[in-house]
Structure formats: structure tokens, C-alpha cells
């Protein structure tokens, strides 16, 4: 079945430093995969969506310079947060497209900024 | 403005007990309504629903949906403790309107108490 990778699946970094995240789906090609982010108790929330080869397209509210996406190749997307601070601090998961309609999550990563 | 609306958003039962948990939508161009069952990280694929009517049936699992109404449910039947998790609802809308994007609902926390 479809499987997508992401990694490191836990970081914790100092406050000003940058983290980056990288999702790769192994076993087939993803033109788009999406960025999410999770806090507490709540749902997935849509950060951006990455298409092969152009800019992302980031949702309202979120700072494409302080989330920088590069979606190189047909199975790589990678999110990288931009001189982190404490209120980064998330759960941060990556979809892959498969097909037209067919989601597969990475494993997600928990970031903490101290 | 497109949303998703599950209900309730937390539930607390013992085991052996049988719950419904509900999703209901108001989207363009609705395509799919997808289920997800989250544990401690990303989220697990359980059911696609894209015609009205359809029961879907995975083990204790089942799930019908019902385009007039906009809704959707998820049963589980005979529950255990292994079902305790966050069971969320995602919709998605016809390719050419926004990509194909999963809109989440925030989730219904499931507690099965032994």
C-alpha cells in the first residue's frame, strides 16, 4: 500500500533556530501533498499544499515566510519552520495526494520549541 | 464558508457499549466524506463514503452516508478499550474547486472506559 514517510518524528530545538521536516512517499508519486498542523485537542488544520515543482499555496493566517515549503521532486515535500519560537511548538503532519482522492499520512512530527 | 460539524466532541462509555458518532457538512462541490481514527499520531484511514445511502462495515465498524441530509455517522458496536481515540471527519470537494483538499471537523474524543 501507498506509505509516506516523514521525519524526524520528534525535535526539540531552541528558540531561533530553524527545523526542517521532510515527507517522502515511498512507493509512488505525489504531484501534491498538504501540511498540517495539530494543537492540543484540536482538529488538522490545513497550513499549505505543495505542488510539485511551483510555489505553495499557503492557507489565510499562516506566514509563508516563517513555513517555507519546497515540494521538489514527485516524492519529497519539505517544511521548514523559520526561526522558531515556543508558540510553534506542534504536531505537524504531511498528506500525500495518490491518485485523485487517495490521502496517505506521514507519521507526524512533534516539535517543541524551548 | 465551507465547514464540518462533528458531534459529540467528547464521549465517555464502557465497554460493550455501542456509540454513534456524527458528521455533518456544508461544502461546495462535496465529493467524499472520510473517516479517521487518531491515536497518538497521525490519523488512520477507516472509511470513504461517496454515495448516499451505502453502508460500510469494517469489523465492529460501519458507516452510512446520507447526501440529502449532508451527514454521515459512524457506529461502533460492542466497543473495547482499543477504541478510545479521536475519530475525525474530513470532506473532500471536487478536484478543479480547491485541489481536492480534506476539510477536517474538529473530532469527537471517544473515552471507553474497561
Known amino acids: 500500500g501507498a506509505v509516506v514517510s516523514q521525519h524526524p518524528s520528534r525535535v526539540i530545538c531552541k528558540s531561533g533556530t530553524s527545523v526542517k521536516i521532510e515527507c517522502r512517499s515511498l512507493d509512488f508519486q505525489a504531484t501534491t501533498m498538504f501540511w498540517y498542523r495539530q494543537f492540543p485537542k484540536q482538529s488538522l488544520m490545513l497550513m499549505a499544499t505543495s505542488n510539485e515543482g511551483s510555489k505553495a499555496t499557503y492557507e489565510q493566517g499562516v506566514e509563508k515566510d516563517k513555513f517555507l515549503i519546497n515540494h521538489a521532486s514527485l516524492t519529497l515535500s519539505t517544511l521548514t519552520v523559520t526561526s522558531a519560537h515556543p508558540e510553534d511548538s506542534s504536531f505537524y503532519i504531511c498528506?500525500?495526494?495518490?491518485?485523485?482522492?487517495?490521502?496517505?499520512f506521514g507519521s507526524g512530527t512533534r516539535l517543541t520549541v524551548v | 464558508e465551507d465547514k464540518v460539524v462533528q458531534s459529540p466532541l467528547s464521549l465517555v462509555v464502557h465497554e460493550g457499549d455501542t456509540v454513534t458518532l456524527n458528521c455533518s457538512y456544508e461544502?461546495?462541490?462535496?465529493?467524499?466524506l472520510l473517516w479517521y481514527k487518531q491515536e497518538k499520531k497521525a490519523p488512520t484511514f477507516l472509511f470513504m463514503l461517496?454515495?448516499?445511502?451505502i453502508e460500510k462495515k469494517s469489523g465492529r465498524l460501519s458507516s452510512i452516508l446520507d447526501k440529502k441530509e449532508l451527514f454521515s455517522i459512524l457506529n461502533i458496536t460492542a466497543t473495547q478499550t482499543g477504541d478510545s481515540a479521536i475519530y475525525l471527519c474530513?470532506?473532500?470537494?471536487?478536484?478543479?474547486?480547491?485541489?481536492?483538499?480534506?476539510?477536517f471537523g474538529k473530532g469527537t474524543k471517544l473515552s471507553v472506559k474497561p
Open positions: 461517496t454515495s448516499s445511502g
Open positions: 474530513a470532506v473532500i470537494m471536487n478536484y478543479g474547486g480547491s485541489q481536492g483538499n480534506l476539510i
Open positions: 498528506s500525500a495526494r495518490r491518485g485523485r482522492y487517495g490521502y496517505t
Open positions: 461544502v461546495t462541490n462535496f465529493r467524499s
